[in-house]
């Protein structure tokens, strides 16, 4: 069984950061892309970033020049480090992996949310 789970939510100001976590267990063969998205309240699940196996990444316009992608392949584990966080990232934050569970199967997974809250 495949889990990721998210960690490093919580409140911050305007301006602060926060460094969200995403750690990938269960028995697989690979990990390929990993990514963030985020839903905040009454809207749909927006993309926010997606690094690669190769470890190129890409950002949605909202977030680029404050946000980085990054992963730990030793460690089964991405990153989201938010710097200069607006009232306007307020959101659930998920974070998401493609997972080769054999040379034939390869499944989208998703973790459970972590809440980040932008306020002063």
């Known amino acids: 069984q495949v889990q990721l789970v998210e960690s490093g939510g919580g409140l911050v100001q305007p301006g602060g950061s926060l460094r969200l976590s995403c750690a990938v267990s269960g028995s697989f063969l690979s990990i390929n892309a990993m990514g963030w998205s985020r839903q905040a309240p009454g809207k749909s699940r927006e993309w926010v970033a997606t690094?690669?196996?190769?470890?190129?990444?890409s950002y949605a316009d909202s977030v680029r020049g404050r946000f980085t992608i990054s992963r730990d392949n030793a460690k089964n584990t991405v990153y989201l480090q938010m710097n200069s966080l607006k009232p306007e990232d307020t959101a659930v934050y998920y974070c998401?992996?493609?997972?080769?569970?054999?040379?034939?199967?390869?499944?989208?997974?998703w973790g459970q949310g972590t809440q980040v809250t932008v306020s002063s």
């Open positions: 690094t690669t196996t190769g470890g190129r990444t």
């Open positions: 998401n992996a493609g997972i080769s569970l054999t040379t034939l199967t390869t499944n989208a997974y």
